[in-house]
């Protein structure tokens, strides 16, 4: 299952941020999909996930800020980050698997990451 991000850079807090990842069609049909970040020296964290008929959830950290969105028809996972801050520094990884309620453990497929670096 390819998965290609884009959209990572750098950004001052406060600013606004868009990553797209690039899916197989069949891929959003028969799976989850998701935006798992990982930052240096720490473990990776699910960030954001929507189920199979477009159903988000979110960790509580970016709850209000960051929102997770998918096209079917373009082929495209979106997270668009806004009201950024420097905890949010990592590497963004795009991941696909599993079924509702699309917990990180069944991600089975991963992107190769997009760095975002955000500076105080």
């Known amino acids: 299952v390819p998965l290609v991000e884009s959209g990572g850079g750098s950004m001052q807090a406060g600013g606004s941020l868009k990553l797209s990842c690039k899916f197989a069609?069949?891929?959003?049909?028969?799976?989850?999909l998701g935006w798992v970040r990982q930052a240096p020296g720490k473990e990776r964290e699910g960030v954001a996930r929507?189920?199979?008929?477009?159903?988000?959830i979110y960790v509580d950290s970016v709850k209000g800020r960051f929102t997770i969105s998918k096209d079917n028809a373009k082929g495209t996972l979106y997270l668009r980050m806004n009201s950024l801050k420097p905890e949010d520094t990592a590497i963004y990884y795009c991941?696909?698997?599993?079924?509702?309620?699309?917990?990180?453990?069944?991600?089975?497929?991963w992107g190769q990451g997009t760095q975002v670096t955000v500076s105080s």
């Open positions: 991941a696909a698997g599993g079924t509702w309620p699309c917990p990180q453990s069944n991600f089975r497929y």
């Open positions: 069609a069949y891929t959003s049909s028969s799976y989850c």
């Open positions: 929507i189920g199979r008929f477009g159903t988000p």
